[in-house]
């Protein structure tokens, strides 16, 4: 045989030989599906920009997670909107605050659900910002005291992981350091360790119901930079972070790629707020398959390393792979 003639399609010719030499593949294991939770509503709330995203009252969150359990979904992780902000967010270490109620609340609503807490400031801020604000700029290690109030809050709720979204240099360490010294040694750590100060958070905002003006260019990471971006996630892995996360997605594959070729620990990809509102809105126009282009993505997040995904589209894609809608 000529070395020039290989015919690679002799194993697309069946399903069932594409599927023997298949490299990827997804399942509802991957999958960590977001929620939000208002304070101060009784009917859920439609977020404009997402559509099929609602923030739940808190009395509804029991019944969300129910049913996320029920398709097979087994983590998800809860965002607050809270009616209690102040300067520096210590809504988030009150054992009554809203933080600390979600956990409990979801907790309690299916007991073997891997229940996590996006660890952060800036949705219990009257500024909006992710810590607390000293001439015009975040406080890295003040933010990081109050962290460790906040970590210690969710764990002592009953939290299964800690989820730091902030930036702060140190965070990981922090974290450690008062869950092992306030006897959590076991709770493990999902760090955002490298997320990127991106215009695809826009729908979020809203989702958060957030009156940030601001820019989070001083914490959260330039998207020009690759070598930073894997610096960022080798750190929190040597200050201990169990899981490693990039943030957002689609945009940033190689840099999942250069964190997976680097690390052995299980890496996570957040497919953020505008990539869901840029299938919808192309869905809604018809010009794309949803279904097809949501699986082919989640599917090109796996093939460029990570193991797990965070996705709006969790739920959906959990029925789609159980072949019932
Ligand atoms: C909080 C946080 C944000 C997101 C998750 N956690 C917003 C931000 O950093 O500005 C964005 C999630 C999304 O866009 O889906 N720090």
Redesign the pocket.
Known sequence: MNPTDFRFRRLRRTAALRALVRETHLTTDDLIL?LFVQEGIDKPVAIDSMPGVVRYPENQLAEAVKSAWALGIRAVLL?GVSEHKDDKGSDTWREDGLLARMVRAAKAAAPDMIVIS?N?F??YTSHGH?GVVADDDVDNDKTLKNLQKQVVNCARAGVDMIAP??MQDGMVNAIREALDSNGFPHLPVMS?ST?FASA??G???D?VDSNFKGS?NTY?MDSANGREALAESMQDEAEGADILMV??GLAYLDVLASIRAHSVRPLAV?H???E?AMIKASAAAGVIDERAVVLETMLAFKRAGADLIIT?YATDIALWLQGTD
Do not use: I, N, T
């Open positions: 977001p965002f996006d952060c800036c949705e992710c979204s902030g955002y997320k695809f958070y729908p979020f905002r989702a989070r959260q943030k957002p957040y953020v707020s505008g869901y709006y």
